[in-house]
């Protein structure tokens, strides 16, 4: 491994890290009631995140879905102001008004995550429409769970693509259950990745718990959306280890055998095994950056405790554009 390998992996590592020690600190500031309203987290889906978004530009942008704390990490979102949001707080990266499913830092290239299944579906194929037009380079990414497969936004949004040679890359995160649905129940074709054949591109599967797999297909996609080569459909085979969502029953649609099973095939874990075969004296760097991590995700949380509410006075704001014409109805 030169060293160029080493730093990238090193940085997957980082990134994945980041992302499991930001969600482990949410799940208990949750059990702690300092959340308002759902809070679901990415626990055991790190690697396609961070896969996808270390090959992305920062002017490149993302549209995600209600579990969306690791891509907005991923792609640059700072730990305190996603802590912040979801905590409620003015400095949240959406002033507190979004909270946990509605994240929102166009700055890093974050167009949104979304409580509706799906959307993130069509608005990065609008974004790669905008791309085409404007004679850009950038490239539109969707997030979005095996839940929306079967909803007509898949369906359209890849037709539409392939029809107009988009730069956009569709990412399936399958942790195969919809809420508690699980897929192989509700899909007559269990293959997301079959479905791009049908619509004229690229479907490509890959193990969604080994983020050097995640990199490397998500790279050439990228790469060759970014070329004038279309759009790609990549489907990642992965599980979320926590509930649904925090506070739910997570026993009455899979068995703790299963959920433990999954676990030992951890992402970060995983990567940790490879890095470490290859140079044991690694095993006190990656402590190293452990101890990094947490204190970032310390000062995070402690950023995110001590901000303000929003004023309720400002309740109004960003309803409407400052620059809207006022309408005569007389």
């Keep these: 491994m030169n060293n160029l390998e080493l730093e990238k992996k090193l940085d997957l590592y980082r990134g994945m890290r980041t ?6 600190r949410l799940v208990r500031s949750h059990q702690r009631g300092l959340i308002p309203g759902p809070c679901h987290t990415y626990i055991g889906q790190e690697a396609v995140a961070v896969g996808v978004c270390a090959c992305l530009r920062n002017d490149d942008v993302i549209f995600s ?3 969306g704390h690791g891509h907005a990490i991923a792609k640059g979102l700072h730990p305190r102001e996603l802590m912040a949001e979801v905590f409620g707080r003015a400095t949240g990266c959406s002033g507190g008004r979004g909270g946990s499913m509605h994240l929102f830092a166009p700055e890093v290239g ?64 399958n942790n195969q259950f ?24 690229p479907g490509v599967e890959v193990d969604g718990n080994d983020v050097l797999a995640v990199y ?4 050439e996609a990228i790469q060759r959306a970014r070329s004038g080569e279309g759009p790609t459909l990549i ?15 997570d026993y ?5 055998e299963e959920v433990d099973e999954w676990k030992s095939r951890d992402p970060i874990l995983r990567l940790r095994e490879i890095l470490v075969a290859d140079n044991e004296s690694m095993k006190e760097n990656l402590g190293a950056m452990d101890t990094e991590v947490k204190a970032l995700i ?29 309408i005569d109805h007389a």
Excluded at 298 to 326: G, I, M, Q
């Design 19 to 24: 992302i499991r020690e930001c969600e482990e």
């Design 216 to 219: 490397e297909v998500a790279g």
């Design 65 to 67: 879905t209600h579990r």
């Design 110 to 173: 974050l167009m949104g995550t979304s409580g509706i299944v799906g959307p993130s579906i069509l608005q990065a194929t609008g974004a790669g429409y905008s791309f085409k037009v404007l004679k850009t380079d950038q490239v539109s990414v969707a997030f979005f769970g095996d839940g929306a497969v079967n909803n007509g936004a898949f369906h359209e949004g890849l037709n539409m693509a392939t029809i107009w040679n988009l730069p956009v890359l569709f990412v399936c995160e």
């Design 178 to 201: 919809a809420t508690e649905v699980p897929f192989h129940y509700s899909s007559g074709n269990p293959s997301v990745a079959a479905r791009g054949a049908a619509y004229g591109l």
């Design 235 to 249: 489907e990642c085979k992965t599980y979320r280890t926590r509930p649904h969502a925090e506070g739910m029953d």
């Design 298 to 326: 310390d000062e995070a949380e402690k950023f995110a405790e001590e901000s303000p509410y929003p004023d309720p006075l400002t309740a109004e704001d960003h309803v409407f554009s400052a620059n809207s014409r006022k």
């Design 252 to 256: 009455s649609y899979r068995t703790r």
